[in-house]
């Protein structure tokens, strides 16, 4: 049995487990609560996803693994998390 499903691509696996790691430093170095951890991960899913969807659009000379735009994805899910965490902290 393969360890990943066939189905799944592999930059699909790499663009979730590298949003997944911004979104988890944003909320070790902001966060409080597992709230904050969710709405942070939610947040870098997002912005790694539209950064991917930039890159492809705007076909960028940038460093990529594989298919994975990681500069255009990163800058965005810095920007999402940026986003959702500049309002007063509670």
């Known amino acids: 049995m393969p360890p990943f499903p066939d189905f799944l691509a592999p930059s699909l696996i790499l ?3 590298l949003a997944l790691l911004w979104g988890t430093l944003w909320f070790v170095w902001r966060g409080r609560t597992l709230a904050d951890w969710i709405i942070d991960v939610l947040a870098a899913l997002l912005g790694f996803g ?8 705007l076909a960028l000379g940038l460093p990529t ?7 255009e994805g990163s800058l965005l899910a810095v ?4 986003l959702v965490n500049r309002g007063p902290r509670k």
């Open 65 to 71: 693994v594989g298919e994975v735009r990681v500069v």
């Open 15 to 17: 663009s979730t487990l």
């Open 79 to 82: 920007l999402a998390l940026w």
């Open 50 to 57: 539209l950064g991917q969807l930039v890159g492809w659009l």
